[in-house]
């Protein structure tokens, strides 16, 4: 866990609201783990005032790399550095995906929605170099929301996509894709990443089949490292269930742990 | 002399307290302290304020906690928290080995609540002083909290005082008509001294949905957008009373801690700014400590109070 006030915007990509983020930040780079993320500033002055939790997108030795949507004031500020502007960050932060020897030979399920897609092809890397098989869920509203799809192709993983209007892939909701592959070959796990609704109906059908999944769970958050207790999510506990801070035991929980509001 | 540097003394000392500096973290941006470790020195802190504590675990409020708003933040946490025997057997240790003070912030749902914590507390050793919690706006409904009534007020800060062996400071509720009435009426009931604010009953609304932005409907407004009602208060409590103020409300830097210094607060608590830089407090101690030098000022303490009113 570092601060980085200065880190050095590399390089920007966009499509429509869509931004992936470059930067030089070796330090936080090295450290990161698939799952974790950064709180980046926004402003220089009191508004908007919060830092935004960024799910992180790739990283190494060199830096880190983000990957967002203009979803508000802040995202939007945020979207319009240049490349050679710098960045104020904190991270990385959190509890990330379980990534390890034991995958080895194993196939995972990696299921992402729109911005959700953001921390899953650090995962899919970091799966492979652990010799497991992953095959990627990637899904938008429309064949614009899945701006990433070439990536995952040219980095030789195999991806599947679906949008809800149909324009791009399987007609309809990635978790009813997910499901159904899930249904003609059980995976030993599946990781996710997305609003919500989706993580609740994709933990029901992995609970349905039979199959673990671990869910990274999205939050306004007020400072990412624990303080203000303010991104809580409702989880089994030792003595029952509970309000948990996401920034802290998340962002990425057992999908048998997370209880979902009725 | 050309290249040498005259050293600043920040050193404060509130009569039950002697500090480092005027900085402390305050309650609820904090966590438990050790949160912060990884960001800043505790030991370059004047002290730091722990989340409230119940007696017993509390749960919190359900989401959403928090909302931003122009130039500051609402939140609903609901004081949730692990409780003070949790605290003793788990954080307590903990906090022991750094050289800085450590203060409770002490809650109650009631007064023989209030009671218990700070008659267990008082078996522990390495705590500096008590916070009296009076004026969490999250707990009870529309805000209500002993900090309304210079009755509740009075009531509890004697009793607490009496069974006490610490020091008591009485975070005060700027949700009044008059904090000069709540803040003699902790004075005269022994409080060692007061801080104040706490956090101002707000609210947001989501326009599309019609529905308030926070689980709990109300919040308490913090941050930047504060600080000169704060400012206004601090100076206007500072003015009337003979025990310490301990001033916060929106501090970022260490200019806006002088301010509240100037207008009369012996120390100041930074709270939200420690949600945007994890370090700010410190960064508040260097920001005041290059004030003092460009300035001329050898002790911090002399600019205590210093405001000329035209």
Redesign the interface.
Known sequence: MTIERNARLRDVQSWGDFFRFDIDAPAAGREARPGQFVMVKVAEGPDPLLRRPLGIHDAGRDGLELFFKVAGRGTEILSRKKPGDRLDLVGPLGRGFTVDGRMKGRTAYLVGGGRGIAPLYFLARALVAAGAKPVVFYGGRTAAEVPLRDKFERAGFEILASTDDGSLGFPGFVTELADREMAKAKPDIVYACGPDPMMKALAAGAAKRGVPCELSLESMMGCGIGACWGCVHRVKTEGGDGWVKICEEGPVFSGERVLWPE | MAGMTKTVDLTVDLGFLKLRNPVLAAS????YGL??E??LDLEKLGGFVV?GLYYGPR??N???????T????I?A?GL?GIGVEAFAAKVLPKLRRFDTAVIVNVCGADDDEYAAVVEFLDRQEGLAAYELNISCPNVKKEGACPALSPRATFDLVRRLKAASRRPLITKLSPNVTSIVEIAQAAEEAGTDAVALVNTFLAMAVDLETRRPKLGNVYGGLS???IKPIALRMVHQVASRLRVPVIGMGGI?TGADALEFLVAGAAAVEVG?A??????AAVRVVAGIERWCEAHGVGAVREVVGTLELN
Request: aromatic content about 12%; charged content about 20%.
């Open positions: 609820g941006t904090f966590g949160e912060f990884p960001y989340k749960e919190g359900p989401p959403p906690r928090l909302v931003e122009a130039g500051g933040l939140n946490i949730q941050g930047p957008a970022m939200t420690s949600f945007v830089d994890p370090d």
